[in-house]
């Protein structure tokens, strides 16, 4: 039996009433309004909402109070109007306002088959998301360098089998770059793509908050839930591998399948990717997907430090708890004078928020003989070092031809151009970072030398 409340229409309450007295449930309180219903939800604590679609009733404050209290949100869909702002809102348990209790069931029912049932763990499995950095201050702490070195694991006595070992976490890969549209998009989209085509399982989330752009260069449509649902589902308790799937696009690669989790469509919604969800989301991906690549914003402004509302959510989160949980930072560049200077001043941001340099991965785009001399790749490589100390970059050439024809055919320029240069040079990078704390794994070299990849 679960407590319910209604939000919708009279037709429509009349049309679930007699389904709901059927199966059991109690109703909790009937409402009218988004204020109504925030305020009910809050009282109550329903664990099932049933609301109209419609933006007097459901809206982010009535979502965000749903969220909060736990309670699992149906929209009601009976317009055109309606289903846009459910698909706004990000809102993929949907039933038509014609609909009977059965369809309400039936989403039930799904949900409770997603689901697996729960398992005895340890405590420490309960914790919730830390950053990167927290758990490598809590693994110092526990003084692992006091252990003997010549302690050697222990074998399995004749005639048992030795316990399944859980597979290892996968690694998040951050791609981040400065204002001015560097290509960090186009960087994200083939990493995870070379990612895939190496082998492994990888989930693209677009976090970016000012202006997320995988979807329209994949062509995802707008309908799809992304990543503002997968926030909200971690956010009422909800988020499972099962939903993780149901929430994400597929694409398919030259050898292999990509799940995108889809960013907000409308930068407005930023309230939405909060840093204690989108930390949770990445907990859960990393636990299914053997990389998890994350295009974030560029803005790493701490943005308490501009209000006095210290409560508040915060733009920046997003990308603060995506940098913070990356096992490595692709930073990317433009081969321009404004653009490598925009790059350096604020490479000095990304770094103070990492705490250190270390994992972090230049990449500069667009490399053309005009920008900056004969000798492009010398001198670009030249700034790096002298202003900013950074001795190894990977340097992408500037090959339009290959971008356009990837954005044509909504797919990554790995796949579109693949005898390219600047395909081969974002091949050799996936393979890096792939391997990047395998030391008996080879490194992956410039394929060619700089001046070849000047057009």
């Not at 929209?75 to 702002?85: F, L, S, T, W």
């Not at 369809?103 to 997603?114: I, T």
């Not at 994350?294 to 920046?316: I, K, M, Q, T, Y």
Request: hydrophobic share 45%.
């Amino acid at each position: 039996m679960a407590r319910i409340i209604l939000a919708v229409d009279y037709d429509v309450e009349a049309n679930l009433l007699e389904g709901i007295i059927r199966a059991g449930h109690e109703i909790v309180d009937r409402v009218t309004g988004a204020t109504s219903l925030a305020v009910a939800v809050e009282r109550a604590r329903p664990e099932l909402v049933l609301a109209q679609a419609g933006p007097e009733t459901l809206n982010l404050r009535s979502l965000a109070a749903c969220d909060g209290a736990g309670a699992r949100t149906i929209a009601v869909v009976g317009n055109e109007e309606e289903r846009r702002q459910a698909t706004e809102l990000g809102l993929v348990d949907r039933i038509r306002a014609d609909d009977g209790w059965d369809a309400v069931e039936r989403l039930l029912e799904g949900e409770a088959a997603r689901v697996a049932p729960p398992t005895a763990a340890p405590a420490a499995a309960k914790e919730p998301p830390r950053s990167r950095k927290d758990r490598r201050r809590e693994e110092s702490r526990r003084g692992r360098r006091n252990a003997p070195r010549d302690a050697a694991p222990r074998p399995p006595e004749s005639g048992t089998t030795p316990p399944p070992t859980k597979p290892a976490p996968g690694r998040v890969l951050a791609v981040w770059g400065p204002h001015g549209s560097p290509g960090v998009t186009t960087v994200a989209i083939a990493l995870a793509a070379s990612l895939v085509n190496q082998g492994h399982r990888v989930l693209l989330v677009d976090a970016d908050t000012y202006g997320g752009a995988i979807a329209p260069a994949l062509g995802i449509a707008d309908e799809a839930p992304g990543l503002a649902a997968a926030c909200r589902l971690a956010g009422a308790g909800s988020l499972s591998a099962g939903e993780l799937d149901r929430v994400s696009s597929e694409l398919a690669c030259a050898r292999g399948t990509l799940r995108v989790l889809s960013g907000i469509s409308n930068p407005a919604r930023w309230p939405e990717l909060p840093s204690e969800r989108m930390r949770a989301v990445l907990w859960l991906a990393r636990d299914e997907y053997e990389f998890v690549v994350v295009d974030v914003g560029f803005n790493l402004e701490r943005d308490e430090e501009l209000v006095s509302d210290v409560a508040a959510p915060r733009r920046n989160a997003a990308a603060h708890a995506a940098i913070e949980a990356a096992d490595a930072v692709v930073a990317v560049g433009e081969a321009t004078p404004v653009g490598l200077q925009r790059y350096l001043r604020a490479r000095l941001g990304l770094v103070d928020l990492r705490g250190d340099a270390a994992h972090l991965e230049t990449v500069i785009t667009r490399l053309r003989r005009g920008a900056t001399g004969t000798d492009s790749a010398g001198q670009v490589r030249q700034v790096l070092l002298r202003f900013g100390g950074i001795e190894r970059a990977t340097l992408l050439p500037d090959d339009p031809k290959a971008v356009d024809r990837a954005m044509a055919e909504a797919i990554a320029v790995v796949d579109a151009a693949p005898r390219s240069q600047l395909a081969k040079q974002l091949d050799a990078l996936a393979l890096r970072l792939a391997h990047v704390d395998d030391t008996a794994a080879p490194i992956a070299a410039d394929l060619q030398s700089d001046r070849s990849l000047v057009q």
